[in-house]
């Protein structure tokens, strides 16, 4: 079965051919014809104007074509870098773009582990997911000193109408190597308010984890600078969070 690119395609280069073909044919006659009547005024003279209108139809074809397929090149060309710039919008929730933030909880002993400050990133190629974990203690100290215990990053080519699934590399700690598979489920509550929750996998910690989060804003481009911002709040969630799937 073809894409919608293939058929494209092979529509772009049917009407290519059936154009040069009529044109040719229609050019085969007319210079035929011409000949035929030249041929007995002057030999060597139709044999040599005969040839250059030839030589001169087939260039003018080719460049024709050539400029044609340039320009149809262009303008897929245009159209695929427009689509992979879009944002992908899920169709149950719409785009999920944004800075997030999330608690983290066992799912064995139901206790709160952590918590995330994490960007999602959208584009026509997938999601593009990172994020940074801080430990609740280091944040109800100080928020603004409070460093980061982990940092993670994965991207996702699968989707669904209300979450994608992704496999993520990172770090806890100064040494410990984490990889595993990680699922997020989006849901809506209204202007532009969305909540996830999910669970995830992680191989170099050996266990599995529950997550819910909220969305704090729609740009990833107001991730400010050491998360400065973003700390704070994360404490307030994760402070008042409760893992109501868990209970």
Known sequence: MTTHDEERQIDHHAYIAATVAVFVAGAELAI????SEAWHQSRLWTFVAGLGAILFLFFLVFRIIRWHERRWHRKEAKRRDEAE???IELATVGCVDGIWLDVIYDIHTKQRVEGSVI???SSGRGFAVEGFAFELADLEKDPTKAEHCGHFHGVSRHW????FVYAYEGKKGARQMDKGAVV???TTLGANRLIMSGVFFGFGLKSAFFIQGKRIDSSVKNLSANLQKEK?????FMLKEKPATLQ
């Open 232 to 236: 704070p709040l994360l404490r307030d």
């Open 160 to 163: 669904d109408h209300t979450g």
């Open 184 to 186: 997020y489920e989006f």
């Open 85 to 87: 710039a879009k944002a």
């Open 32 to 35: 035929t014809e011409w000949v």
């Open 119 to 121: 960007k999602i990133q």
